[in-house]
């Protein structure tokens, strides 16, 4: 459990040289990652408004909604995971992941299918959860190494 707990301390804001690694307080990147996340969903949207009109900040606006919700349900199952003491855990990860993958489709096609975005917009959107992900942990590296 301590090997897997560890990989939180190269982001977590708590992190200081000597201290704990941040291994308490993991929660702290899931916290940046949003943040994060709905500042780039603001911007990104009033950008796309400006430039593309509605149908690309419309596009842009549920792309990363359905990023950031892609990101709370995978946090919460590896949470799970994590915290599990049974071995269906993993076999429960597994299923979950098809199946948010699948209802990500899904709702992709009822996207594009019934409602006026763009679809270069709709994909910008999507990215929004890697970004955010790159950023946050990013913003976490200064807090490992104050001589940096």
Known sequence: MNGRASLSRFWSREARSGGTGGQGHPEALGQRIRRTAL???GGGF???LFV???SWA???GIGGGIAVANLELLRQAVTRVFTSETRKALPRLVSGSLLRLVGIGIALFLVLKFLPVQVIGLALGLLV???AIVAAGYSGQSDLDPET
């Open 129 to 131: 959860g890697p970004v």
């Open 58 to 60: 419309l596009g842009f």
């Open 46 to 48: 009033l950008f796309c």
């Open 39 to 41: 500042i780039l969903i």
């Open 52 to 54: 593309g009109g509605w």
